[in-house]
Nanobody, 124 residues
Framework: QVQLVESGGGLVQAGGSLRLSCTAS????????MGWFRQAPGKEREFVAA????????SYADSVKGRFTISRDNAKNTVYLQMNSLKPEDTAVYSCAASESRFERASYYDYDYWGQGTQVTVSS
C-alpha cells in the first residue's frame, strides 16, 4: 500500500502561482510513476501531468502545457506540481496518484493509489 498526502492548494487570483506537493508513505517511492489529476464540480476527472519513476520523462495535458511543471524528489518521497499563470478554469480538486507501471501515464486506469485531493480555486 502507498499512502499519498497532498498539500499546497488554496485560493489565488488569476495569473498567480501555486505549488502543490504530494508526499508518499513508501520508501520505494522511486518505483512508481506519479501523476496529477483534477476534477471540477460537475465535470469528469481529467489528466493534468505525469512523471516517470526517475523524473526523466514527463507528460502534460494540452490545457496546462507551458504553465504547469511536474517534478519529483525521490529522496523526499515527494512529487510537485508548479502551477503558473493560473486561470479560473484551473479551479478544481487536484489529486496525485501513483502507478506501479513506472512510466508516465495519462489514463487514471493506470494508477493504483490515490491521495485525497487538495482544492485549488482561481478567482477572476
Amino acid at each position: 500500500q502507498v499512502q499519498l498526502v497532498e498539500s499546497g492548494g488554496g485560493l489565488v487570483q488569476a495569473g498567480g502561482s501555486l505549488r502543490l506537493s504530494c508526499t508518499a508513505s513508501r520508501r520505494t517511492f522511486s518505483n512508481y510513476a506519479m501523476g496529477w489529476f483534477r476534477q471540477a464540480p460537475g465535470k469528469e476527472r481529467e489528466f493534468v501531468a505525469a512523471i516517470n519513476w526517475s523524473g526523466g520523462r514527463t507528460s502534460y495535458a494540452d490545457s496546462v502545457k507551458g504553465r504547469f511543471t511536474i517534478s519529483r524528489d525521490n529522496a523526499k518521497n515527494t512529487v510537485y506540481l508548479q502551477m503558473n499563470s493560473l486561470k479560473p478554469e484551473d479551479t478544481a480538486v487536484y489529486s496525485c496518484a501513483a502507478s506501479e507501471s513506472r512510466f508516465e501515464r495519462a489514463s487514471y486506469y493506470d494508477y493504483d493509489y490515490w491521495g485525497q485531493g487538495t482544492q485549488v480555486t482561481v478567482s477572476s
